[in-house]
């Protein structure tokens, strides 16, 4: 048995370290704004990138210096004066750009910290239009006023993969997987580098200057492409082994992560396009069919598609955006008006923007709300949505600044404790999560950890499933709920009366069938409940004569360890029925009720006596059915129980 300890109540507040959540109908965001030290450089190609965590790096206009936001204060990482175009930046926060050094232009690299950017280059030829993979990998192509070159870095070392191999344009790409593309003025492709190994494959090669390649689209497991027929586009893989095309007449093509392709494409002329789905092996299939027409495709990495087109309404046309869930109908998220730049992230967030006169409106959708997060800039350009957060670059009378919605979902957790001899409980813990499943706790279906229980036995949580996250869940972060507890040993199940500790698990107390009942208590991964069909008694007269015993009884019935029954008995004295213990023993419930008399006390003679027939039971309806006598059950004076009865010797 335990002893029982008070609780301590623990209420646990979410604090921000950001500005109050904003009063709106939609879900709740927070926003911060970080002033840019410098206006940014629209002048020069690529000025503001991002990586997928939202890192941005940028040029100012003032000073011509790259800048890196990793979150936090921005870093500027130069201080010369001189042009820089082309940055990169990966999820790593390395940034990667050209830079001019009074004669010609030279590869940069930079880790977006105090530590300065390392020169990848230093000759007399141009370095131009550099790349670079989520591991560091750098390529470039160098130009010597005649022919160009390609080339590759990593971790201090360079390798030439192509020299002086073409007097025409060539333009490198890298992905994630090491593969290095090579373009020619966009009428040929071809594959130089796969993961450590010089290649030399031709992926397209354009028959004329019409003949050329659209929408090169890159992921760690293939390359696609489309390819100009003459009248449309058509659709092309390379997986690394074989070139397969996957549709025609396509347009707004989406690559993800695990290299599924996702487009649009007319089927039969006069009729309204389809948006098909390819996960990279076997056909392509059809996902959803328009009703009029469809642009500007994006893809998270389970397939779920988003896509701005217009439908009718009441005999009206209308623009929309449509969602697809990655099974079923798609479903519109808004019916207003046009919107540009639609993106979806891996739990399925949307966030696009919506002209609005001459405003510019930045809007978010997350678990079916549609939340305006920014209507009162002039100007809002790169909108990038991030894993939990939706960042978008805001101009306003010449000046610029980063805005941040950050929202926060929380999601219940079902769990189970089970101990080493059976017992179990079950509840649901509330946490910060994404859709799929990973919250602030890294609690996760599946996951499992044990602990030791009072009994010194191992016992283990489970995480048994995660339900739909929701902001409506932000003010039980980390609180928990008991929803029921198995008793092993009885085969019952009950139902837990409250939670009594909030907190992450590991901090939560309940209590079965009554409260401040210490064998009731259960919790923490270390206490454990316990029922009894078998109940210890002692029966006090308040002249110092007493009698013990037990009884059956139903588990979970009104007895219980430290159960109290006042009774008058024959000396005009007010006895006592105290519960001392309970144990289980699986009696049959035909005996629920039989009570028995182990010995009784006199405090006269201060003896002890064995009651007659005590191996019997002395009554069968619990506490005051029992009657016995000691020593000779001819003699009224040896009679007791019933908690009236006493003996006088």
Same mark, same amino acid.
């Given at each position: 048995? +335990?002893?029982?300890?008070?609780?301590?109540?623990?209420?646990?507040? &979410?604090?921000?370290?950001?500005?109050?959540?904003?009063?709106?109908?939609?879900?709740?965001?927070?926003?911060?704004?970080?002033?840019?030290?410098?206006?940014? /450089?629209?002048?020069?190609?690529?000025?503001?990138?991002?990586?997928?965590?939202?890192?941005?790096?940028?040029?100012?206009?003032?000073?011509?210096?790259?800048?890196?936001?990793?979150?936090?204060?921005?870093?500027?990482?130069?201080?010369?004066?001189?042009?820089?175009?082309?940055?990169?930046? #990966?999820?790593?926060?390395?940034?990667?750009?050209?830079?001019?050094?009074?004669?010609?232009?030279?590869?940069?690299?930079?880790?977006?910290?105090?530590?300065?950017?390392?020169? *990848?280059?230093?000759?007399?030829?141009?370095?131009?239009?550099?790349?670079? #993979?989520?591991?560091?990998?750098?390529?470039?192509?160098?130009?010597?006023?005649?022919?160009?070159?390609? %080339?590759?870095?990593?971790?201090?070392?360079?390798?030439? &993969?192509?020299?002086?191999?073409?007097?025409?344009?060539?333009?490198?790409?890298?992905?994630?997987?090491?593969?290095?593309?090579?373009?020619?003025?966009?009428?040929?492709?071809?594959?130089?580098?796969?993961?450590?190994?010089?290649?030399?494959?031709?992926?397209?090669?354009?028959?004329?200057?019409?003949?050329?390649?659209?929408?090169?689209?890159?992921?760690?497991?293939?390359?696609?492409?489309?390819?100009?027929?003459?009248?449309?586009?058509?659709? $092309?893989?390379?997986?690394?082994?074989?070139?397969?095309?996957?549709?025609?007449?396509?347009?707004?093509?989406?690559?993800?992560?695990?290299?599924?392709?996702?487009?649009?494409?007319?089927?039969?002329?006069?009729?309204?396009?389809?948006?098909?789905? =390819?996960?990279?092996?076997?056909?392509?299939?059809? *996902?959803?069919?328009?009703?009029?027409?469809?642009?500007?495709?994006?893809?998270?990495?389970?397939?779920?598609?988003?896509?701005?087109?217009? +439908?009718?309404?009441?005999?009206?046309?209308?623009? /929309?955006?449509?969602?697809?869930?990655?099974?079923?109908?798609?479903?519109?998220?808004?019916?207003?008006?046009?919107?540009?730049?639609?993106?979806?992230?891996?739990?399925?967030?949307?966030?696009?923007?919506?002209?609005?006169?001459?405003?510019?409106?930045?809007?978010?959708?997350?678990?079916?709300?549609?939340?305006?997060?920014?209507?009162? #800039?002039?100007?809002?350009?790169?909108? +990038?949505?991030?894993?939990?957060?939706?960042?978008?670059?805001?101009?306003?009378?010449?000046?610029?600044?980063?805005?941040? /919605?950050?929202?926060?979902?929380?999601?219940? $957790?079902?769990?189970?404790?089970?101990?080493?001899?059976?017992?179990?409980?079950?509840?649901?813990?509330?946490?910060?999560?994404?859709?799929?499943?990973?919250?602030?706790?890294? =609690?996760?279906?599946?996951?499992?950890?044990?602990?030791?229980?009072?009994?010194?036995?191992?016992?283990?949580?489970?995480?048994?499933?995660?339900?739909?996250?929701?902001?409506?869940?932000?003010?039980?972060?980390?609180?928990?709920?008991?929803?029921?507890?198995?008793?092993?040993?009885?085969?019952?199940?009950?139902?837990?009366?409250?939670?009594?500790?909030?907190?992450?698990?590991?901090?939560?107390?309940?209590?079965?069938?009554?409260?401040?009942?210490?064998?009731?208590?259960?919790?923490?991964?270390?206490?454990?409940?316990?029922?009894?069909?078998?109940?210890?008694?002692?029966?006090?007269?308040? %002249?110092?004569?007493?009698?013990?015993?037990?009884?059956? /009884?139903?588990?979970?019935?009104? $007895?219980?360890?430290?159960?109290?029954?006042?009774?008058? %008995?024959?000396?005009?004295?007010?006895?006592?029925?105290?519960?001392?213990?309970?144990?289980?023993?699986?009696?049959?419930?035909?005996?629920?009720?039989?009570?028995?008399?182990?010995?009784?006390?006199?405090?006269?003679?201060?003896?002890?006596?064995?009651?007659? &027939?005590?191996?019997?039971?002395?009554? *069968?309806?619990?506490?005051?059915?029992?009657?016995?006598?000691?020593?000779?059950?001819?003699?009224?004076?040896?009679?007791?129980?019933?908690?009236?009865?006493?003996?006088?010797?």
């Amino acid at each position: 048995m +335990h002893k029982l300890q008070k609780p301590l109540i623990i209420l646990t507040l &979410l604090l921000s370290l950001a500005a109050a959540p904003l009063a709106h109908a939609g879900v709740a965001y927070q926003t911060t704004a970080i002033p840019m030290p410098k206006d940014l /450089a629209y002048s020069s190609p690529m000025p503001f990138v991002q990586n997928q965590y939202g890192w941005a790096a940028w040029v100012s206009v003032a000073t011509n210096d790259v800048y890196c936001w990793q979150g936090k204060q921005p870093i500027r990482g130069t201080n010369r004066n001189t042009p820089k175009q082309y940055l990169q930046i #990966n999820d790593r926060g390395q940034v990667v750009w050209q830079e001019w050094d009074g004669k010609d232009w030279e590869i940069y690299l930079w880790d977006g910290t105090s530590s300065p950017p390392v020169q *990848v280059t230093k000759n007399d030829i141009d370095d131009l239009w550099p790349a670079i #993979n989520q591991y560091g990998a750098v390529v470039w192509s160098t130009f010597d006023g005649k022919k160009y070159g390609a %080339n590759y870095y990593i971790q201090g070392r360079t390798t030439v &993969l192509d020299n002086n191999a073409s007097d025409r344009i060539n333009r490198l790409y890298i992905t994630d997987s090491d593969w290095v593309l090579e373009t020619h003025s966009g009428t040929d492709l071809r594959l130089l580098y796969q993961a450590g190994v010089k290649k030399y494959v031709t992926l397209f090669q354009g028959s004329n200057v019409s003949d050329r390649y659209y929408d090169l689209l890159t992921s760690y497991w293939g390359v696609a492409w489309t390819r100009f027929n003459g009248t449309a586009l058509d659709l $092309y893989y390379y997986n690394g082994t074989a070139i397969r095309q996957l549709g025609s007449q396509v347009w707004s093509p989406a690559i993800n992560e695990k290299g599924w392709l996702a487009w649009v494409q007319t089927s039969r002329p006069g009729t309204p396009p389809d948006i098909y789905l =390819y996960q990279g092996t076997g056909l392509a299939k059809r *996902v959803a069919t328009t009703e009029i027409g469809a642009a500007q495709l994006a893809m998270n990495r389970d397939g779920w598609l988003v896509w701005s087109g217009a +439908h009718w309404d009441r005999g009206k046309i209308v623009d /929309a955006l449509w969602l697809y869930r990655g099974a079923g109908s798609p479903v519109p998220i808004t019916t207003s008006a046009p919107v540009l730049n639609p993106q979806i992230n891996q739990d399925g967030w949307v966030a696009w923007t919506q002209n609005k006169g001459s405003l510019k409106e930045v809007y978010l959708y997350v678990n079916g709300v549609v939340t305006p997060v920014d209507k009162k #800039n002039e100007e809002e350009r790169y909108v +990038h949505l991030n894993q939990k957060t939706i960042d978008w670059l805001s101009v306003h009378n010449n000046k610029a600044e980063i805005n941040r /919605a950050s929202v926060t979902l929380y999601a219940p $957790y079902q769990f189970q404790y089970t101990y080493g001899n059976g017992d179990y409980y079950t509840g649901t813990v509330y946490a910060e999560a994404s859709r799929v499943g990973a919250s602030a706790y890294n =609690y996760y279906p599946g996951k499992t950890w044990t602990t030791t229980d009072e009994n010194k036995k191992v016992g283990q949580y489970t995480i048994l499933s995660v339900g739909a996250p929701s902001d409506s869940y932000v003010g039980r972060s980390g609180s928990v709920t008991l929803d029921a507890y198995y008793d092993a040993e009885s085969k019952t199940v009950y139902k837990p009366l409250s939670t009594i500790v909030s907190g992450p698990l590991g901090g939560e107390l309940g209590y079965i069938i009554k409260y401040n009942v210490s064998d009731y208590l259960f919790g923490k991964g270390y206490f454990e409940a316990d029922v009894g069909d078998r109940y210890e008694y002692k029966y006090t007269y308040g %002249n110092g004569d007493y009698y013990t015993g037990y009884f059956y /009884a139903a588990p979970g019935g009104p $007895y219980y360890p430290g159960y109290k029954m006042s009774k008058r %008995n024959e000396l005009g004295r007010l006895g006592l029925y105290e519960i001392t213990a309970m144990s289980y023993v699986g009696v049959n419930p035909s005996n629920y009720g039989n009570i028995y008399v182990s010995y009784y006390y006199d405090e006269a003679s201060k003896k002890l006596f064995k009651p007659l &027939l005590y191996q019997l039971p002395l009554g *069968v309806k619990y506490l005051t059915s029992e009657v016995g006598y000691i020593i000779n059950d001819d003699v009224d004076a040896y009679k007791f129980g019933a908690g009236y009865y006493e003996t006088s010797l």
